[in-house]
Every structure is written in structure tokens, then in C-alpha cells.
């Protein structure tokens, strides 16, 4: 799929930008599991964070694009971000529907939707909380309004049972909550560290670049190594995530903190089962780098190596053995983003690096992947609630003021 935007690659960074916001792979497993969190905490408007997200996302990141491509036609302009939003693996939208004093909207091609019914089953509700706040976003972006002109109500959700997802618009006012974006953030001097990797890091790194990993024609749909992907906003997930513990640190304060902390944790555990599972069982790990793996701890370092290519920032495993690892981050999304939303952080905030890192320790040692195990949710109890399970620890904190985050698994 051609692109009518510029996707800017920082390959020293591991890191893509796209209309100078972050965009990084994550799977259908963490965006439901991530959004059913926040929406399970019924004594908070959840759903004003989820759509004010992704309102902040599409205005910012289009309004951005508009401006360096000089595009103001409004057809072309709608045209560009529907062509992004589908790149991106959200779905198919049409917002030639939509009019400057808004209007209504359908899709049957939604990955929020479709997802919460593969990973969730039947919702009691709409849940393209996402979808719903993007097209604010984009419409305000497109006709040159204030980013909050419009509020929107989801009327119908293929999560429910019906054929399509069907949106409002409406001018003159907003229905959730407004941020303004933090865009690519402040980036840190990278303090690499030596490893005992035995890849060729940058040529994977290069190999997986070039996969024809966007939505596709017909669905705009990603499905890649078992999962549904989408090159996904890092300050959206920030931004949730974030806002959510700050939601209930303002309710019940540190037991607030100390309720926050394990969920969001555990969305890091959810991705690393099913994204980096399912890359390590795939047949592009098999060809392309289980070749050049001996021991266990290449295996660590391999799929390391992968996430170089989900633009999460420079990851690096040192001291790798069954009974401990640390994981070095350099410029890890979520500490660049907190800093430019919130300023520097007085408590550890990488909850999805830390998720990750055990996850990537359990399914190595604890589930021997290499056997090529069934992902599924008996084998995840196993594998991330047993006795064996590995636990984690924030030793070092970019977002805190340390010149990375550094995590120690054990």
C-alpha cells in the first residue's frame, strides 16, 4: 500500500514516526486487554479518557500532516486520512460521509470491534471507543476547527451483534476529555550497554522493516504471526494508561497507585504471550533467526532482536541466565512520553516494559517456546501464574531522571 504521508524510520532509535507522533506495533490481545481494564473500573468515566486519546491523536497527527504536505483541498484531505487510518490497521472508514457540521458514519471493517469479539467474545455495549474519538479528531483536523468541535456517540458496534459500526457527529461541543499531544518527545543520549548477542541485530532489524506489514484492501486489517496488529499511537496507550492512574490516585491515592500498577503490568504480560509468542513460533522466526541460536539465551536475545522492529525504542538484555536478566531500554515510549505529557515522574511508570520483559523471560525458560507450545489461555495461567514465573523490578528509570530504564527480571 502507497503512503499520501511520509513514515519517518529513526532506525539508531528504533523508533517510526508518522505526522511527528510515535507510531509502534502492538496486537489485538494488549488493545483489548489494555481498554477492558480501564473500562472494568466502573467508579471512573473511562470511556471520556478512550475517546479524548485518540481525539488528541488524530487532530494532532493530521493537522501535522496537512501543514508540511500543504494539502488543503478538504476531499484530498479526507481521502489522506482515511488512507492512514486503514496503513495503520485500524479498518476502512469513509469520511467523505462526514460533513463540516458533522453527520453519521458506517464501517463494517473495525479492528477495536472485531478484536474485542475474537479476544472477548459478545460486548454488552460499543466498545470503538477509539474509532469514535479519531473521526473528532480527524474532522476537526480536515475542515481547520478546534480540535473538540464535535461530540460523538457510537449507535451501533459489530461487537454487539450488528452488522456495522455506526458513529454521530455532532457540532458544538465535546463528550470527553481534551489533551494536547506530546508529540515526539525529548529523546536521551543512548548508553549502550555490551552484550553476548550472537545476531546480526541490524540485519533482522532490516529484514523485518521491510514486511508488508499494514492493512490491507479489503478489511484494513494486519494479521500477522497469529495476531491482529496496528501500527498504534505511543502516546494513546501513554495517554490511557497515564490518565488512568492518575484517575485513581486522585480517588484513593496510593492504594490507587498500588491498584494501577499490577493491571497495567499485566497488559505488558498479555502482548508478550501472544505477540512475542507468536513471532517466536512463526515461520519467519524459524527462517530468519533460529538459525543463528544455540543456547537459551540466544533465544532471549532473538526476540529482542524482533522487537527492535515494533518501534518500542533500543532494548538490550545483559547478565541473561534462568535465574535472572536485566533489561536495558534506552528511550523506552513510555518514559518519553510521560515526561512530555507530565514532567518527570516521582515513581517507576514502564509498566508495559516490564509485562514484557517477564513475559519474554516465562515464555523462554518457563514454557520453552522453542517446543512450540499451544498460546492459549490454560497455558497462559501456567505460564504467568505459576510458581516458576519470573518477577521484575525497576532498578533504573529514564522517566524518573536515569539515563535509561533498566529492568531487572529474576
Not at 533460529?290 to 538484555?317: F, M, N, S
Amino acid at each position: 500500500m502507497t503512503t499520501p504521508f511520509s513514515v519517518d524510520k529513526d532506525a539508531p532509535h528504533r523508533r517510526c514516526l508518522v505526522g511527528n507522533e510515535p507510531v509502534i506495533l502492538h496486537c489485538h490481545h494488549f488493545n483489548t486487554y489494555l481498554q477492558q481494564t480501564l473500562l472494568d473500573a466502573e467508579y471512573i468515566d473511562t470511556t471520556k479518557i478512550l475517546i479524548g486519546a485518540a481525539n488528541e491523536m488524530a487532530f494532532h497527527q493530521l493537522s501535522d500532516i496537512f501543514s508540511r504536505q500543504d494539502t488543503a483541498d478538504v476531499a484530498e484531505r479526507k481521502e489522506l486520512a482515511s488512507r492512514l487510518y486503514q496503513w495503520a490497521g485500524f479498518g476502512k472508514i469513509d469520511l467523505s460521509l462526514l460533513k463540516k457540521d458533522g453527520g453519521t458514519l458506517a464501517t463494517r471493517q473495525s479492528h477495536y470491534s472485531q478484536a474485542w469479539k475474537v479476544k472477548l467474545g459478545k460486548a454488552t455495549r460499543p466498545v470503538d471507543f477509539f474509532t469514535a474519538g479519531w473521526l473528532t479528531g480527524a474532522l476537526s483536523a480536515v475542515y481547520g476547527l478546534a480540535q473538540d468541535e464535535f461530540s460523538v456517540i457510537q449507535e451501533k458496534c459489530m461487537a454487539k451483534g450488528d452488522e456495522q459500526n455506526v458513529f454521530s457527529l455532532t457540532p458544538g461541543g465535546n463528550n470527553y476529555s481534551v489533551y494536547h499531544s506530546a508529540k515526539g518527545g525529548e529523546l536521551a543520549a543512548q548508553v549502550l550497554q555490551e552484550t553476548t548477542s550472537p545476531l546480526d541485530e541490524d540485519a533482522i532489524f532490516d529484514a523485518l522493516q521491510g514486511l508488508p506489514l499494514v492493512g490491507d484492501d479489503q478489511t484494513g486489517l494486519i494479521e500477522a504471526f497469529g495476531v491482529i496488529l496496528t501500527h498504534h499511537y505511543a502516546n494513546y496507550y501513554n495517554r490511557i494508561s497515564f490518565e488512568f492512574e492518575r484517575e485513581l490516585a486522585a480517588q484513593f491515592g496510593t492504594d490507587g497507585m498500588e491498584i494501577a500498577e499490577p493491571l497495567l503490568v499485566e497488559s505488558g504480560h498479555v502482548c508478550a504471550f501472544n505477540t512475542f509468542g507468536g513471532i517466536m513460533k512463526s515461520m519467519m522466526w524459524q527462517g530468519l533467526i533460529q538459525p543463528q541460536l544455540a543456547t537459551k539465551e540466544d533465544w532471549v536475545h532473538g526476540i529482542i532482536a524482533c522487537v527492535y522492529a515494533l518501534g518500542w525504542g533500543r532494548w538490550q538484555a545483559v547478565g541473561i541466565s534462568r535465574d535472572e536478566a536485566r533489561f536495558v531500554i534506552h528511550n523506552d515510549y513510555e518514559s518519553i512520553g510521560f515526561r512530555a505529557m507530565y514532567g518527570k515522574a516521582d515513581h517507576n511508570i514502564s509498566y508495559l516494559a516490564m509485562g514484557s520483559a517477564m513475559g519474554i523471560m516465562d515464555l523462554v525458560y518457563v514454557g520453552n517456546i522453542e517446543e512450540h507450545p499451544e498460546l492459549n489461555p490454560a497455558f497462559y495461567e501456567k505460564l504467568f501464574k505459576g510458581k516458576e514465573s519470573y518477577q521484575a523490578k525497576v532498578v533504573k528509570s529514564l522517566a524518573m531522571g536515569d539515563p535509561y530504564t533498566e529492568i531487572h527480571v529474576f
